[in-house]
């Protein structure tokens, strides 16, 4: 039977946590904010070590939505939701059911897609229980966002590259990438026809090895990618991974990928601007497939031209971002949270 538990978290509008023992499925879904909008974000599910670190999780998540939201200027909140379960061998329809009935009972305040673990496929078994539910492979839906929130992290690297360098151009430049996965993996495409080198590191030694081989690139091991020696490394798997020892390991010009939640905690913004190495916060640089599915909602419907051209903008967005860190002396982390904070608070 199926139990919803609300629970009570300061700064957050609403977070549940459902369980169901007969299909095995256990989640929380965190509403951080619904002040632009209703709150989409995905839904990840993965095997975590502990119940606290799943709600942790989900409450960064949100929170990161809230921001990304806000500075792609969609009319979106910020709200996410994990499940614990390995997604390879204990994720079922029934499970995503009982998922779905959870979301269901949020209203429309928090509108599921998918995320690490989830894919397109399994919105449309959750669309049976739920209509809060997001980029599906539809006419009418918007459908993957990875190729999108790809060619927005293709558009920040080549703002990265305009900064450092005076020109976007990734001609012979080398482009690291941990993570080989929905993003990574279309990554991997553009930056290989924009004329990129790659280095590419996975869990999943067969994805980086298959990768490496269709574009010469080079497989690297997932310890090893964050020494090896780049112009820009390209965190495109979990959250967490710039911390004060990865960070010290660096050999790269700069950072910039999809992962969500990259820096362990705030502060070390800084430490990452004192080694001179330029970070395109996270939440700036993989808002193209939130944008892509924010256009489902809009009064003209999905087109994915109109995605196209919004998602470009991701060159500007940050070009801003690291102008204003330059005048300011500031890590370009607190300048992009700066921004998105006046963008909700209306100034
Ligand atoms: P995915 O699950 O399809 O791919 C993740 C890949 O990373 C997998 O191939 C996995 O084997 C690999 N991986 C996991 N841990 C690793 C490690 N320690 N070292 C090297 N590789 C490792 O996920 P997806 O959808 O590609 O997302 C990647 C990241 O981008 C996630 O953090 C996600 O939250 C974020 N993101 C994804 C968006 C999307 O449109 N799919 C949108 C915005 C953010």
Do not use: W
């Amino acid at each position: 039977m199926l139990t919803i538990k609300k629970l009570k978290v300061p700064g957050f509008e609403a977070v549940i946590e459902g369980r169901d023992p007969s299909t095995h499925m256990h989640c929380f879904i965190a509403v951080h904010s619904t002040k632009l909008g209703p709150a989409l974000g995905g839904v990840r599910i993965y095997p975590y070590a502990s119940e606290a670190a799943a709600l942790e999780d989900a409450l960064n998540l949100a929170k990161a939505m809230t921001v990304k939201s806000a500075l792609a200027d969609v009319p979106l909140g910020g709200g996410k939701s994990v499940m614990i379960a390995d997604s390879k061998t204990q994720k079922t329809s029934a499970m995503l059911l009982s998922f779905a009935e959870v979301v269901e009972s949020l209203r429309g305040d928090y509108i599921v897609a998918e995320d690490v673990g989830s894919s397109v496929e399994d919105m449309l078994i959750i669309r049976e229980k739920t209509t809060h539910v997001a980029a599906m492979p539809t006419k009418r839906s918007s459908g993957d966002p990875s190729p999108f929130t790809a060619f927005g992290v293709l558009r920040g690297i080549e703002s990265v590259l305009k900064k450092l360098t005076g020109s976007p151009s990734l001609e012979n430049k080398t482009i690291a990438i941990q993570g080989l996965g929905h993003v990574g993996s279309h990554l991997a495409d553009l930056l290989f026809l924009a004329g990129a080198k790659l280095l590419v590191a996975d869990i999943d030694q067969e994805r980086a090895k298959d990768i490496a081989r269709k574009y010469g690139g080079k497989v690297v091991s997932p310890e090893e990618i964050y020494r090896i020696h780049s112009d820009v490394f390209s965190p495109c798997a979990m959250g967490g991974v710039l911390n004060e020892k990865t960070i010290k390991e660096l050999s790269c010009k700069a950072i910039a990928g999809s992962a969500n939640n990259q820096l362990e905690s705030e502060a070390l913004d800084e430490l990452i601007r004192k080694r001179h190495i330029l970070y395109a916060p996270d939440f700036a640089i993989n808002a193209g497939g939130l944008i892509n599915a924010s256009l489902e909602f809009g009064k003209e419907g999905y087109d994915p031209r109109v995605s196209r051209n919004k998602v470009n903008k991701i060159f500007d967005i940050l070009s801003l971002i690291f102008h204003r860190a330059e005048i300011e002396g500031k890590g370009t982390n607190a300048i992009a949270l700066a921004l998105a904070n006046e963008k909700l608070s209306g100034s």
